[in-house]
């Protein structure tokens, strides 16, 4: 095979399935990225950055969005712009921003964690979100925020429902508390439920989601929610190093990913669904149920290698 094509190996010994990050883009999107008029997104003044933050929150009907690289630091610049050091935000126990990320919302922002438990789908468990509220005591942290994550990687890739956030919505609105989504893979729940990202984060505040996974962009997040609240996220950005130029490059190519993300997550979620049928088959191996893109199942033998 001929190295002139980067789809293309000398090689093939398995199939990458580690994650959905392994992602590559698409002629399309090389295209783009080649062609993109570009500016300094320093200044705002890159008009393909500003095309695609435009683009995204117009999608999810919210009033602004700032480009960031990756999804941790879309949730983390979320974290410090909505709390300050002290302040407490409800997370659940599985979720990718409690497991995954370092615990930078308290090592680097001083905020609290408090956890919730979630069913098998990765919905709260309300009772326990109605007792972690806090409000201003001074011997407690007063809780800011609730984070919720959409799908949930850890359960699964199971998708929330607008009923299902609705009921969270019910507690959070009563007592002024604003919600954040990590939406890494909203677009997959919005597929998998047959409905628009509008419409299922319609109750949301702020939302994080990322390009690089199912969308197959090769870089970036998108960080949206009201003026006031993105303008804090930028100041943020710009603190922890976070700020790029002729960020145009990447930013077209999550452009493509958004005008193509209902075909391409369609044709992940029928694969994902096609790869637990074949694994079905095999003596030994129990796959989980499949919703979306995420695949999980058990090993049932001492000798996994011999399967």
Not at 17 to 24: E, V
Not at 62 to 76: A, C
Not at 275 to 287: V, Y
Request: charge should be negative.
């Amino acid at each position: 095979m001929s190295n002139s094509d980067p789809y293309q190996f000398q090689e093939k010994t398995h199939i990458e399935l580690r994650a959905d990050t392994y992602t590559l883009p698409s002629p399309e999107m090389r295209k783009a990225m080649y062609e993109a008029e570009v500016g300094n997104d320093g200044f705002g003044e890159d008009p393909t950055v500003n095309k695609l933050e435009k683009m995204s929150s117009e999608m999810f009907n919210k009033e602004s969005g700032v480009f960031v690289s990756s999804g941790i630091m879309g949730n983390f610049l979320s974290m410090l712009a909505h709390c300050q050091r002290g302040d407490q935000v409800i997370i659940v126990n599985k979720s990718h921003i409690y497991t995954n990320e370092l615990g930078g919302i308290s090592s680097l922002g001083g905020i609290f964690p408090a956890i919730v438990d979630t069913d098998e789908r990765g919905m709260l468990n309300i009772n326990q979100i109605k007792s972690e509220i806090q409000e201003y005591d001074e011997h407690l942290a007063p809780t800011k925020l609730l984070a919720i994550e959409n799908t949930h990687n850890s359960c699964g890739g199971k998708p929330l429902s607008a009923n299902d956030i609705n009921e969270i919505y019910k507690i959070t609105s009563k007592n002024n508390i604003p919600i954040h989504l990590d939406g890494a893979r909203i677009f997959n729940a919005a597929i998998a439920l047959e409905t628009s990202p509008k419409n299922l984060t319609k109750n949301i505040d702020t939302i994080q989601f990322c390009l690089s996974k199912g969308l197959g962009a090769p870089v970036g997040s998108l960080v949206l929610g009201n003026y006031e609240f993105t303008q804090k996220v930028r100041k943020w950005r710009k603190t922890i190093g976070g700020t790029t130029r002729q960020a145009g490059i990447l930013g077209a190519a999550g452009i493509v990913a958004l005008n193509n993300y209902e075909e391409s997550i369609k044709r992940d979620h029928d694969l994902a669904k096609y790869m637990h049928e074949k694994l079905s088959e095999i003596e030994n191996i129990t796959p989980e149920p499949v919703e979306t893109n995420l695949i999980f199942f058990n090993i049932n033998a001492d000798n996994p290698g011999e399967i």
